[in-house]
């Protein structure tokens, strides 16, 4: 029996039962008052002393479970999509939304959660010198209680936890302890203490996607120093009900699908599958065959989506696909910003996206996409390189995968 409750929820349910227990045999109350009175302080004092509550068990794996559907019947995933968690932490407040949603996936998926928190070595400081080790036990000790803290959280939610502690470069620390432990999945948030989401984005962040061994969850908050737009969606941290999956059909981007798909399948959420369209270079606009071009590339796009759609419905996924180029509702702008904009227009509450972990993770249709969309999102990123699984476990067959990516390669050559 794993306990449920933290320390603090503990004291007072065994407090309040005994109060409550004195007060049913003090007062002069109707009988059958008395003993609701002491019945109930008598299982408040035993699941404090205990520490564990069985409809605190039974609501937060309901709450946990995917919705059914009468009218469509899903199937079980592939696989797995996580078995084991990093969350890395600084304890600012978005890296306190990146422990919700490692919470939240941990219970979903079952997943133990290690809580990772890197002292930063001082840029005049060397690793294994004395006073890096006195500096690390000073930090260590401060860090301590709030970790507890964390795992004591956790474990309230019903999730395994436990947290360690490092020293050296953050970003690089990181991917190593997810090396080391395997993780199927990095959960952090997109920037720390200090708000400035353009440095830490640059630097922690965005080292930790390119070099990470496995996808990279980066979570996002509004931040408060400016205003909430009309179009972006207030933060809900235990919410998968409709994935965005940007595409460029390269085989990254494939792999990053199949991914999406199986959150789709894991929480019975809508997937959407994006395509931005390559905009136009200026000197062609103009051209009298500018026009015949777009809306050829525009139909070949569509043929290939409606292949990955019927592949993904087939196995009872909910699926809809969007092609949107520089002249369309989202309006103009760069591809990370009518990924952005198609997101919030739909009410996505989750990113899934390819990166092949270059410099500047270029991805999608050329330029820093991933980037950009990593740098301005308000509903977490999920970003990856590679998807390792056999065949038999994904969603997309080898023979789509060959077609449609085949296609976009041998177009690539002639550019």
Same mark, same amino acid.
Request: charged letters at 20%.
């Given at each position: ?31 059958? +008052?008395?003993?609701? =009175? @002491?019945?109930? *302080?008598?299982?408040? $004092?035993?699941? &404090? #002393?205990? %520490?564990?509550?069985? /409809? ?117 620390? +990181?991917?190593?302890? =997810? @090396?080391?432990? *395997?993780?199927?999945? $990095?959960?952090? &948030? #997109?920037? %720390?203490?200090?708000? /400035? ?122 699926? @809809? ?11 103009? %702008? ?82």
């Amino acid at each position: 029996m794993k306990r449920n409750l933290g320390t603090r929820e503990r004291v007072i349910r065994i407090v309040g039962g005994i109060f409550l227990m004195v007060l049913g045999i003090m007062l002069p109350i109707p009988f059958w +008052i008395e003993e609701v =009175a @002491e019945t109930v *302080g008598l299982l408040a $004092v035993v699941t &404090g #002393a205990v %520490g564990y509550c069985p /409809l605190r068990h039974c609501l937060t794996r309901r709450a946990q479970e995917p919705r059914s559907s009468s009218s469509d019947a899903r199937v079980s995933p592939k696989q797995p999509a996580i078995k084991r968690i990093l969350l890395a932490t600084d304890f600012s407040g978005c890296a306190e939304q990146a422990l919700e949603y490692a919470a939240f996936l941990g219970n979903a998926c079952q997943a133990p959660v290690e809580i990772l928190y890197v002292v930063e070595v001082l840029p005049d400081m060397s690793p294994n010198d004395a006073t890096a080790e006195s500096y690390f036990d000073l930090c260590r000790k401060q860090a301590e209680k709030p970790l507890d803290e964390l795992v004591e959280r956790l474990t309230s939610m019903g999730v395994t936890a436990r947290w360690r502690l490092r020293l050296g470069i953050p970003s690089r620390q +990181i991917n190593l302890a =997810a @090396e080391e432990l *395997g993780a199927d999945l $990095v959960t952090l &948030g #997109a920037y %720390g203490r200090t708000d /400035l989401i353009d440095v830490l984005l640059g630097s922690t962040a965005q080292r930790v996607v390119q070099g990470a061994p496995c996808p990279v969850l980066t979570v996002h908050v509004v931040p408060t120093c400016r205003p909430v737009m009309k179009s972006e969606r207030p933060f809900a941290a235990s919410t998968v009900r409709h994935v965005l999956a940007p595409v460029d059909f390269s085989l990254c981007s494939l792999d990053a699908l199949d991914y999406a798909a199986l959150f789709a399948t894991q929480f019975d959420a809508v997937l959407t599958v994006l395509y931005v369209i390559e905009p136009v270079l200026p000197e062609l606009e103009r051209d009298e065959d500018a026009p015949a071009l777009a809306r050829g590339q525009r139909e070949l796009a569509a043929s290939r989506l409606a292949v990955l759609c019927h592949e993904l419905r087939s196995q009872g996924i909910a699926v @809809e696909t969007v092609v949107v180029g520089q002249r369309s509702a989202v309006g103009w %702008g760069s591809p990370a910003e009518a990924i952005l904009a198609e997101a919030a227009r739909r009410g996505c509450d989750l990113i899934v996206m390819g990166t092949r972990g270059r410099r500047g993770l270029t991805s999608l249709v050329g330029g820093s996409v991933a980037e950009g969309v990593l740098r301005h999102a308000t509903v977490p990123v999920l970003t990856m390189k590679r998807l390792q699984a056999t065949p038999d476990q994904r969603y997309l067959s080898q023979e789509v995968r060959i077609r449609v990516g085949d296609q976009v390669v041998a177009g690539e050559r002639t550019h």
